[in-house]
Every structure is written in structure tokens, then in C-alpha cells.
């Protein structure tokens, strides 16, 4: 069974700083997707950053980024320049390439200090 | 374009009784799935349509219903409703299963 674990239940970071969240997850699949989720007060699940298992490549949006270790099977989000509108509840996300179904970590709270 | 919208935002019904919660996609996506967030349990996938099509359904009992409609606007259905069903309902809709999904606000629900 895929299982997606978060165990930084809250994390907080001076604004203009850079945080990174951690996620680790357990499949036995080779093929599959990793996604960051930022779900604001507004309770939307708004996509952030996504990543091919079979891409070597760390992908990147912006000021996100992810540190992808598929055989550590990690994934964590570095948040850089970090503004007042990042915060919000980070969620992990794994979902099997042939799969429509998304597995969610227990979410990260961040908080960015002004 | 206008985003994935579900109705109403917010719902109180009492035990024992049913609901139904709608998700419209956004145009042109003809798969919708619905999750369950609650504090305990995190997110919790209930079903995934297409073209009118149960693909795919979590491990949630048989209370828990959906359909969807040719223009692949999609409700779900709670009936007998229990405390513990109280949560924030998300759907999310997509083209297929490459391109990601966009998720809507949420239904909260809640059950006294």
C-alpha cells in the first residue's frame, strides 16, 4: 500500500528566508507522480510543484523546488524568499502513474513570520 | 476560466439524515474525484468518475454514493448521516490523468 508521511506537523520561517518541509513516502512502483499541495484558509488545494518519478530532474516553479530521492523514496519542498502568502497547509501527495487516485501526507502547517 | 465549483460551501444536517453535494469541473475535464478531509483522518479518497463512469472508489461504506451527469457535473450522496461524517468534502476535476487535477473550495459539512 502507498503511504505518504509528513512528520513535521508545523514549521515556521522569517519571511525573506528559505524553509525547506520534509516528505517521505513508501510504494512499490516504479513509475509515479509526487505533487506539493498549498491549501490556503480559502480551503482550495492549490497545486505547487510536481514531479516525474522517472525524471532524474528536480523540478522547479519559481521559488519552489523539490529534492527528489527516489531511492530514499524523499521528496521535501525548499520554499525560498519566503513571503507572507505562503502560508498555509503544505500537503504531500503521491499518485501511481497508471492511478487517478492521490495519497496525502498529514499536511505541514507554515507559518511566515513578518 | 471559471475553476472547479462546488455547492453549497457550507451544510448542517442533522443524524440520520441524507445529502447531496455538487462539483462542477471546469470545462472540458471529464474526470472528477472526490476526497474527504477531516482532522483525524487527513485526506481520504471516496470516488473518481469519468464519462458518467465509476473508475475508481475508496474504502468508505455504502452510504457514501456519487454520479455523474453527460455534461460531467458530478453530486455525491450521503445518506443516514453519523457524527463522524462531518468534514470538508474537495472535488477535483482533470482532462486526464497526465495533465494534474484542479481542486474546488470544499463542502463543509457538518452533522449534529
Known amino acids: 500500500a502507498q503511504t505518504v508521511t509528513q512528520s513535521q506537523p508545523e514549521m515556521s520561517v522569517q519571511e525573506a528566508e528559505t524553509v525547506t518541509l520534509s516528505c517521505t513516502y513508501d510504494?512499490?512502483?516504479?513509475?509515479?507522480?509526487l505533487f506539493w499541495y498549498k491549501q490556503p484558509p480559502s480551503r482550495q488545494m492549490i497545486l505547487v510543484i510536481r514531479q516525474e518519478a522517472y525524471k532524474q530532474q528536480n523540478a522547479t516553479e519559481n521559488r519552489f523546488s523539490v529534492n527528489f530521492q527516489k531511492a530514499a523514496k524523499s521528496f521535501s519542498l525548499k520554499i525560498s524568499d519566503s513571503q507572507l502568502g505562503d502560508a498555509a497547509m503544505y500537503f504531500c501527495a503521491y499518485r501511481r502513474n497508471t492511478g487517478n487516485q492521490f495519497y496525502f501526507g498529514t499536511g505541514t502547517s507554515l507559518t511566515v513570520i513578518p | 476560466k471559471a475553476g472547479v465549483t462546488q455547492t453549497p460551501r457550507y451544510l448542517i444536517k442533522t443524524r440520520g439524515q441524507q445529502v447531496t453535494l455538487s462539483c462542477s469541473p471546469i470545462?472540458?475535464?471529464?474526470?472528477v474525484s472526490w476526497y474527504q478531509q477531516t482532522p483525524g483522518q487527513g485526506l481520504q479518497f471516496l470516488f473518481e468518475?469519468?464519462?458518467?463512469?465509476?473508475?475508481n472508489k475508496g474504502n468508505f461504506p455504502g452510504r457514501f454514493s456519487g454520479r455523474q451527469f453527460s455534461n460531467s457535473r458530478s453530486e455525491m450522496n450521503v445518506s443516514t448521516l453519523e457524527l463522524g461524517d462531518s468534514a470538508l468534502y474537495l472535488c477535483?476535476?482533470?482532462?486526464?490523468?497526465?495533465?494534474?487535477?484542479?481542486f474546488g473550495s470544499g463542502t463543509r459539512l457538518t452533522v449534529v
Open positions: 468518475y469519468f464519462s458518467e463512469t465509476q473508475r
Open positions: 470545462s472540458g475535464h471529464r474526470s
Open positions: 510504494t512499490s512502483e516504479s513509475d509515479y507522480y
Open positions: 477535483a476535476s482533470s482532462t486526464d490523468r497526465e495533465k494534474g487535477y484542479t
